[in-house]
């Protein structure tokens, strides 16, 4: 595609539900990031991905956020259990190499009622 | 800990001025430093990538630094226009790692 992909753009969810979140990267790009970004603060890096591997998941917050790439393309960030305090909006991004840019999309907007 | 600041979390100056927004980072060693746009509602949009070998780098209005003893970097946005107003960060790639760790923001208005 043209840019990265996010879907859905909005997710409302009840506290205690199951969501996924999915990310369509641009295509030929080996990189992919996902990040929380709250209110007034800058992008919280949760998860990195070189190819179809985790290179580094020391920000994904608890065992209740996972993602996966198991084609190294589309990326799912699954987030079980919901809780009112993981309302944010994820970010998902992409790169075709180190130091080069990123490119993000749009995120979606996660509300936990 | 690991830290990346940004200078003030919202900064005002008048049109035609230069604006200068700084980026502190604290236990980091990073190989690149680059800076992006936000626009409310938006994702990150990539403005400038600077190496740790390099000191400054520009692209039409911007200019940006990167000092690796006094671990900063500094953004100028000369003759600021209404339309520069957006929310900018600095993010760091590090060391023989990929990933790319963000700073807090600093929200920038310029007054017509």
């Known amino acids: 595609g043209a840019g990265v992909s996010q879907t859905p753009s909005n997710k409302v969810t009840e506290k205690g539900k199951y969501v996924e979140l999915r990310c369509d990267p641009i295509?030929?790009?080996?990189?992919l990031y996902w990040y929380r970004q709250s209110l007034g603060q800058g992008p919280e890096f949760l998860i990195y991905?070189?190819?179809?591997?985790?290179?580094?998941d020391s920000g994904l917050p608890n065992d209740r956020f996972f993602a996966v790439r198991p084609e190294g393309s589309v990326s799912t960030l699954k987030i079980q259990r919901t809780e009112r305090g993981d309302s944010a909006v994820y970010l998902c991004?992409?790169?075709?190499?180190?130091?080069?840019?990123?490119?993000f999309g749009q995120g979606t907007r996660l509300t936990v009622v | 800990s690991q830290k990346i600041e940004q200078n003030s979390e919202a900064l005002n100056i008048q049109e035609g001025k230069t604006a200068t927004l700084t980026c502190n980072y604290t236990?980091?060693?990073?190989?690149?430093l680059q800076w992006y746009r936000q626009d409310p509602g938006r994702g990150p949009v990539f403005l400038l990538l600077i190496r740790e070998n390099e000191k400054e780098k520009r692209k039409e209005r911007l200019k940006v630094t990167f000092d690796t003893t006094l671990k900063q970097s500094l953004f100028h946005i000369t003759a600021s226009q209404p339309a520069d107003s957006a929310t900018y960060l600095c993010a760091l790639e590090q060391t023989g790692a990929n990933n790319l760790f963000f700073g807090t923001g600093t929200r920038l208005t310029v007054i017509p």
């Open positions: 991905f070189q190819g179809t591997g985790a290179a580094d």
């Open positions: 236990n980091y060693s990073p190989a690149y």
């Open positions: 295509s030929g790009h080996t990189a």
């Open positions: 991004a992409s790169s075709s190499r180190r130091g080069t840019e990123a490119f």
